[in-house]
Nanobody, 121 residues
Framework: EVQLVESGGGLIEPGGYMRLSCAAAGFTFSRSDMTWVRQAPGKGLQWVSTISHSGAGVWYADSMKDQFTISRDNNKNTVYLHLNSLKTEDTAMYYC??????????????RGQGTQVTVSS
């Protein structure tokens, strides 16, 4: 059974930095691509970033590639999302998911419960 637990969210002022973590269990983490998606209030799921199983490949949504950084530690079975220069429009529930972009967006069983990021002054 895939288990994903996100943490690190909270309330932060615009311009701030936040690191989200996702602890994984129930599958061979080091063999799986991992993805972050988000859902803003009243909107659908939005793909944020994907990292390959080794960490050598990373991909970002065009609007976020200069702002967010994805990384992973296969020794800790954890994937991270570093959020820089946060804006109010980054307010959303952030989810990590096993696999690439398509399954992350379509298969809820491969996503964690999410961590809320609220950007507000």
């Amino acid at each position: 059974e895939v288990q994903l637990v996100e943490s690190g969210g909270g309330l932060i002022e615009p311009g701030g930095y936040m690191r989200l973590s996702c602890a994984a269990a129930g599958f061979t983490f080091s063999r799986s691509d991992m993805t972050w998606v988000r859902q803003a209030p009243g909107k659908g799921l939005q793909w944020v970033s994907t990292i390959s199983h080794s960490g050598a490949g990373v991909w970002y949504a065009d609007s976020m590639k200069d702002q967010f950084t994805i990384s992973r530690d296969n020794n800790k079975n954890t994937v991270y999302l570093h959020l820089n220069s946060l804006k109010t429009e980054d307010t959303a529930m952030y989810y990590c998911a096993k696999g690439g972009r398509a399954p992350a967006l379509s298969d809820g069983s491969n996503r964690g419960q999410g961590t809320q990021v609220t950007v507000s002054s």
